[in-house]
């Protein structure tokens, strides 16, 4: 399948790597180029995001592309300021409220896509299925 990117973001978002791309490089998911022009990246869980949205939608005509792949692991216990699990808002939440205020962007061009990624991080940790009567 080929896909020609000209907006991609992905969080989190730094403002030195803000620059949109307007050529039309055709790549498919075995041979993706350096696409790091066409990133705009975002920070983890749920604080600042609208910030960081509102910028996005004033720089940026359409999206092609975005890609949400925040994530961390094992750290110490600690809540955003809205009062969510840290794991569970950059992992999770951030996701979900990222891409929705990207819709209208996304929207505009015909085929755009949201891409999660998550991590292998389940194979290291071993579950019991069977059921035990008491």
């Not at 094992?74 to 891409?99: R, W």
Request: charged share 20%; net charge positive.
């Amino acid at each position: 399948m080929r896909h020609q990117p000209e907006n991609s973001v992905s969080p989190p978002y730094t403002r030195p790597r803000l620059k949109a791309s307007s050529n039309n490089e055709n790549w498919t998911a075995e041979s993706i180029p350096n696409l790091w022009d066409k990133v705009v990246l975002i920070t983890g869980a749920t604080s600042g995001i609208g910030r960081a949205a509102d910028e996005i939608l004033a720089d940026y005509s359409h999206l092609n592309v975005l890609i949400n792949n925040a994530a961390i692991m094992a750290c110490p216990y600690a809540k955003t300021e809205d009062g969510v699990e840290i794991q569970m808002a950059t992992n999770h939440l951030g996701h979900f409220a990222l891409s929705r205020l990207m819709l209208p962007l996304l929207r505009i061009k015909r085929g755009s896509r949201i891409v999660n990624t998550s991590s292998i991080g389940h194979r290291m940790g071993k579950i019991d299925l069977r059921i035990r009567r008491a």
